[in-house]
Each structure stands twice: as structure tokens, then as C-alpha cells.
């Protein structure tokens, strides 16, 4: 039996797909970014993330407000959300942050999950600082290790 709207039922036209085209010769992927942003960098676990946090490297969140406040924080993590990171950052920048007086400073960065993270510390090693690296799993991962954290919601 041929199915029947019901009455007043007004449907759409099926959607039909753009026509294809071949990416540009420059396109990657998402997934070769992030491979190749990860190549170049010496991932952290948590627990050797919070061992060079208590011997003085710069931990930062790049989390948005959002996140923070749903998932908790690290006590003594710097908040610098991601699009300013560079900037906070890069030594020569008139925005750079107080502390970043050289290149050789470490930075470990982190997110929720530990994908915008790696994106990041490899963008900041494009700035120099070749000691930049982020956390394997993020947050959560921190938060799953029962590392210290503050706030969040059940």
C-alpha cells in the first residue's frame, strides 16, 4: 500500500546533493590535520600533565565558558579560550602575556577531550615555542584520573 500524507500535510521535495566537486589540491582533512598536528607533539597523559604542572609548566584551558562551568576546572590552570591563545603566547605579540618573556617556556594546553588541544599546542609551536604540547584525553581524562578539579556540575 503507497504511503499517504495526512490531510493538510504539506511535504517537502526531496533534497537533492550539490553537485560534487573535487576538493583543491591544498584540502586536507580534519583528521590529517589533527594527525599531523599530533606528530609533532609529546602528548602528555594526566598524571605526567599534573607532575610538570607542580614543577612550574603553564597549564592552560582553552575551554569555552560553557564547558568550565558544566565540567569543573583545574585549580591553577590559566583560562585563555582559544581564540586568543596565539596571541597570549607569542613572545614578539604586544598581547603576550606578562609571564611569556622567551620561547622555551612550557605549556601544556587542554581541552574537553583533547582534539582542539593538540590543534593548539602544534599552532603554538609554530610560534616557537617548540616545548608546547597538550593532554591526551583532555579534561575528562584529567577529571577521570581524579586529579584535582573544582566546580562542574553532577
Given at each position: 500500500?503507497p504511503?499517504r500524507?495526512?490531510?493538510g500535510?504539506?511535504?517537502?521535495?526531496?533534497?537533492?546533493?550539490p553537485?560534487?566537486?573535487a576538493?583543491?589540491?591544498?584540502a586536507?582533512?580534519i583528521?590529517?590535520?589533527?594527525a599531523?598536528?599530533?606528530?609533532?607533539?609529546?602528548?602528555?597523559?594526566p598524571t605526567?600533565?599534573?607532575?610538570?604542572?607542580?614543577?612550574?609548566?603553564?597549564?592552560v584551558?582553552?575551554?569555552p565558558?560553557?564547558q568550565?562551568?558544566a565540567?569543573?576546572?583545574?585549580?591553577g590552570?590559566?583560562?585563555?579560550?582559544?581564540?586568543?591563545?596565539?596571541w597570549?603566547?607569542?613572545?614578539?605579540?604586544d598581547?603576550?602575556?606578562?609571564?611569556?618573556?622567551?620561547?622555551?617556556?612550557?605549556?601544556?594546553?587542554?581541552?574537553?577531550?583533547?582534539?582542539?588541544s593538540?590543534?593548539?599546542?602544534?599552532?603554538?609551536?609554530?610560534l616557537?615555542?617548540a616545548?608546547?604540547?597538550?593532554?591526551v584525553g583532555?579534561?575528562?581524562?584529567?577529571?577521570?584520573?581524579?586529579?584535582?578539579?573544582?566546580?562542574g556540575?553532577?
Open positions: 500500500m504511503h500524507e495526512p490531510a500535510v504539506v511535504t517537502a521535495p526531496p533534497a537533492t546533493a553537485p560534487a566537486t576538493p583543491p589540491a591544498t586536507r582533512t583528521d590529517e590535520i589533527l599531523a598536528a599530533r606528530g609533532r607533539l609529546r602528548r602528555l597523559t605526567q600533565a599534573f607532575g610538570e604542572f607542580r614543577r612550574g609548566a603553564c597549564l584551558d582553552i575551554r565558558a560553557g568550565r562551568a565540567e569543573g576546572e583545574i585549580p590552570a590559566l583560562t585563555i579560550e582559544r581564540n586568543v591563545l596565539e597570549r603566547f607569542d613572545p614578539a605579540s598581547a603576550r602575556l606578562p609571564s611569556v618573556t622567551g620561547y622555551d617556556c612550557r605549556v601544556i594546553v587542554f581541552c574537553s577531550e583533547g582534539y582542539t593538540s590543534l593548539a599546542a602544534a599552532a603554538l609551536q609554530d616557537g615555542l616545548r608546547a604540547t597538550d593532554i583532555g579534561f575528562k581524562a584529567w577529571a577521570g584520573r581524579r586529579l584535582p578539579t573544582v566546580g556540575r553532577p
